[in-house]
């Protein structure tokens, strides 16, 4: 990595701009391209030994080219593990609970952003403060509250909480409709519109992109979620790709079939990927405004 | 982005979802009855279709019941039971550990079958009396067993193996069993490429199952006192330790075992190991690669206290039982009585037959399948009759895992086999002295 | 957050009180639209929020096993931990080092990453989706893949250890290494910092630079003078949010060791799950006992950042009051 010239001299006489375009764009894509390598590298290893046959798996140093391509090892995976019901069951929780979040979320934004009334702000704070409410707190209430009505066992207790606003969105969405200049609303006041109609025709349309983060952030949520499925479903009818996962592979020391595991996370995996690549911009932003804005 | 025809895609996604989900049921659509029973069981794998065989029979010798046949993963079995139990909506039938049995019986979570049992005329010395014992607390019967609680820790062996490694016949005693094992082990010294034998991998808790194969039982009769601070829990650690330390210690030994794969890819089929403890349950994936894999089948050696004829302890096995608050508790107990005790048709018989298994019937040990008796079956069943009964505690899923620990601290090398035996043993007997005091 | 944080407590001190009967009936209709709005929070606030806070508190305080009502014990629980659960103050030890750990990586590394970025490099947008692709990626998928990365006789980590010529490390069955192997497990989700991080250092206005360039600052005092002191905000808000969810780790965990080995990558959370679903008879007032110290523990930290915050954390134009 020596330089022809001296860098100091560079440094000196030019300072960093000039360096730079010399050898550190070089240091830096090549510092770009490992961290992408490190980042990928996983993934890329799940797909490629999902098609190997299981002893070429254990090879010592690794290898990332099939010796022969087994696409066996998904029907092999799948003969232990209804990807079709856990696949549909996933689904099902997934836009049900988007629907819900999204409805609710908006609603109470609105709420918050829009109106006058007592207490507001001091409600509004409450609202912050459940975000840092650890899940562990809540887990052993509300688990014996859903056995005693008989929701273990059910999607219920994945779904409708969803319905009843979730704090984090509920900010997003308020900081965006406080964004909505007053005079569009007044113009539709002005125009005669209820409430209502004002809420529906004129804010959500506006609101779009919040609610696009706001739905990509539902969906990651249900998608992934674990602890949920973990311990309200039992029934294998009612499994999510999460859990039948989890259930096909086991701890270290039992497990070991990786070619089929492999095979089996890429299909839990690529869906997510699929709806990555498409909304890749909303996801960013979903990520951006979780963690810049305040 | 959000287009209308994006709009209508979801929503017919949903509606697909939704249509799909209602058509989900375990339900055999042919059977028409008044009551259908929820049965819940744990019989994985390739005896999914056996199960399926043996419901539709029952259900065609018991018009008018049907059976919702669900099956459902090991893992949270027990809190899975509970939580439905607690909400007042449980399976009516489910398949049940016998070591579990203490804290559900105590909390009467299940229903006696003594009544159905006196009035249908089932007398309790159709079973092995072993197996029967473990369906006992309290002077009252909770469950009725299947499959059997012995035959748990047999050895397989590879035959290869032992051909090249010059070795005449199977080790009788732990000191053999350390030497044949060293002999099979292959490596470096820091690396191994194949191990001879792993004495922590052992179906159940390997401790016990040791200490059992040492002529120890752990628990007094009265399920109210342990001891495991003597001659044979030391022997027993001894016995772990040696075995552990010629496979290259501990960690080098999981680091192994990660890779050694399970069901029928297990490390005996991969030639990753050479001997395997593992149960009766083997025989039926072993014979998948019986064409590849040279393999025969022994008792498990035994320590220096010892006996030669008391080989494995029957502390585990399996049961089906009746939860409180079974909406059909008659009809259950029909499903019970076939699964458990019916020599005709695909009943309990036929179910464990068509697996060459030890059945807990005495009626039922001819280990034919399809009309054949297999080679191997016979060595087996000599294997199961070295068991001896041996009771399980009612805080046993705590206290293993108390035991597994106690293990790893003398495997790891942080404490001394005897300060570990100590303080495990006093730690479980708090555990037991806590739940007598609270449901004794 | 933070600032909307301070702004709604800002505006809680300055205004005064509105009672409902001092409004004008047009207020009233508005206050009674507002509330109708957001009713359906206040029913979740209710249900999923104060409930569970309430019942877990007074869960702590009694021996619940699901199938019996449960009993009252005092602060059984509490003492116990203390004094009789060795597993509470390794799990503690054991959160507290992937806590740092994490949080350190999340945030230095995802600075650094972002800060590379920041350039003028080519093909930016590809690079940012690159990194943050496998944070997208399900958990439990992840832990399954990342079994096999840490894999001690054939993963990739131990491939790469012995391409650069370091011996293989057992990374799960050796209990020195095991949390080590899930810190570097966290640099997957680096990606969301780097992401969020890179949108901060592109808001920093350009003058800002050229000011200090003419200045004569070289590219390290640029750093440590102006986008470091400019860019605190963000750092201390994802601190804040990388610490409350490092507490909680559980799920990775869970699937890929359960603890093991020899208890050394058993988290806090994990411990108290066991507690409550893993044992016979379910513990689950101890379980409720260690969620309500994991509250505390996590409501200290957050209150000690937010209290030292204004020390080290500069608002641009002055943000809040």
Known sequence: MAAATSPRSILERDGFVRLSRYLSRALLYLLL????????????????????????????????????????????????????????????????????????????????????????????????????????????????????????????PLIVP????????????????????????????????????????????????????????????????????????????????????????????????????????????????????????????????????? | ??????????????????????????????????????????????????????IADFENNNPGICVDNIFLPWDNRLQNLLAAIAAGNPPDVTMFGRQDLPFFAATESIIPLDDYMAADGIDPAIFHSSEFAGTQFNGKTWLLPLPGGGAFAIAWYN???????????????????????EALTIGDGSFLERVGFNANAVTGFPFLAWLNANGQTWISDDLRAITINNEAGVETLEFMQAMTELNYGIEELNAFWEMSGEFDQGPLIQGLVSIESNGSWTLFQLEDHAETLNYDVAPIPYGPSGRADRRGGAHGGWGYMIPKNAAHPDEAWQLVKWLTTETEGKGACWFIQQQQRPSPLVECNGYEKDGGVHPRAESILGVAALDYLV??????????????????????????IVDALASAEAEIQALLDSFWEEYG | MTSAFGAQLGALRGRRRTRWRDLSPMRKREARFGLLFIAPWIVGVLLFALFPFVASFLLSFT?????????????????HMVTDDPLFLKSLRNTAVYVGGSVIIRIVL?????????????????????????????????????????????????????????????????????????????????????????????????????????????????????????????????????????????????????????????????????????????QMGYSSALAWILFIIIFVFTAVIVATSQRWVFYQGGETD
């Not at chain 1, 856990?86 to 109106?115: E, P």
């Not at chain 1, 125009?191 to 959500?204: K, N, P, Y």
């Not at chain 2, 009771?391 to 001394?416: C, K, T, W």
């Open chain 2, 159 to 181: 035959s290869d193996h032992f051909a090249e490694a010059g070795i005449e016949s199977f080790p009788e005693t732990w000191e053999e069993m350390l030497e044949a094992a």
């Open chain 1, 162 to 294: 969803n319905f009843f606003g979730n704090a984090f969105y509920i900010f997003i969405c308020r900081q965006f409709f406080l964004g909505i200049p007053q005079d569009l609303l007044d113009a539709a006041k002005i125009d005669g519109a209820s409430e209502v109609r004002i809420f529906t025709q004129v804010m959500i349309p506006l609101a779009k992109p919040a609610i696009v983060v706001i739905a990509i952030l539902s969906f990651q949520n249900s998608w992934n979620d674990f602890l949920g499925p973990l311990i309200y479903l039992k029934d294998p009818d009612l499994h999510t790709l999460a859990i039948g996962l989890y259930k096909f592979t086991s701890l270290p020391g039992q497990g070991g079939i990786y070619n089929q595991q492999m095979a089996a996370s890429t299909l839990m995996v690529l869906p997510v990927l699929i709806v990555f690549f498409l909304f890749q911009k909303q996801f960013i932003q979903g990520a951006n405004i979780s963690g810049l804005k305040g």
């Open chain 2, 1 to 54: 982005m959000f287009r209308k025809s994006t709009l209508l895609l979801l929503v017919a996604v949903m509606l697909l979802a939704m249509l799909s989900l209602s058509a989900v049921s375990a339900q055999n659509p042919d059977c028409e009855g008044d009551v259908t029973l929820t049965y819940w069981h744990h019989w994985g794998g390739n005896r999914i279709p056996l199960m399926e065989e043996q």
């Open chain 1, 33 to 156: 391209i490992t961290m992408s390598l490190w980042f990928l590298a996983p993934l890329f290893w799940m797909f490629m030994s999902s098609f190997m046959p299981l002893d070429q798996v254990g090879v010592f140093p690794v290898q990332w080219i099939p010796r022969v391509w087994q696409p066996e090892n998904y029907t092999d995976a799948l003969k232990f593990w209804n990807f079709g019901i856990t696949f549909r069951n996933t689904m099902f929780v997934t836009i049900v609970s988007l629907i819900g979040d999204i409805g609710s979320c908006t609603l109470v934004a609105y709420g918050f952003a829009r109106f006058r009334f007592p207490f507001r702000d001091a409600l509004f704070l409450i609202l912050l403060a459940t975000l840092m409410l650890p899940f562990a707190v809540r887990l052993i209430p509300v688990y014996a509250a859903y056995e005693a009505i008989g929701w273990i066992d059910t999607f219920y």
């Open chain 2, 391 to 416: 009771p399980v505690a009612p805080v046993q899923p705590e206290a293993n895992q108390i035991l597994g620990r106690m293990v790893d601290d003398v495997l790891f090398g942080d404490s001394s």
């Open chain 3, 63 to 79: 021996k619940y096993n699901i199938v019996e009502p449960p009993k009252w014990v005092g602060l059984e629980h509490y003492v």
């Open chain 3, 110 to 282: 995802g600075f650094a990453l972002a800060l590379l970025l920041n350039t003028k490099v080519r093909f930016l947008g590809l690079w940012r989706t690159l990194f943050y692709l496998p944070s997208v990626v399900p958990i439990v998928a992840l832990s399954v893949i990342w079994l096999y990365v840490l894999n001690a006789r054939a993963g990739l980590l131990n491939s790469l250890l012995h391409a650069i010529g370091l011996p293989r490390v057992r990374w799960f069955a050796d209990p020195d290494y095991a949390m080590i192997a899930f810190l570097i497990m966290s640099t997957t989700w680096v990606g969301v910092t780097m992401v969020i991080f890179l949108a901060g250092l592109q808001g920093i206005p350009e003058e800002y630079y050229d000011a200090a360039k003419i200045d004569g600052a070289t590219v390290f005092q640029r750093l440590l003078r102006v986008t470091i002191p400019l860019m605190t905000p963000t750092i201390y808000l994802n601190v804040l949010i990388n610490i409350i969810s490092a507490f909680q780790v559980f799920t990775q965990i869970f699937i890929m060791t359960g603890g093991a080995p020899r208890d050394a990558t058993r988290t806090y959370v994990l411990h108290l799950f066991d507690h409550a679903f893993q044992y016979l008879p379910p």
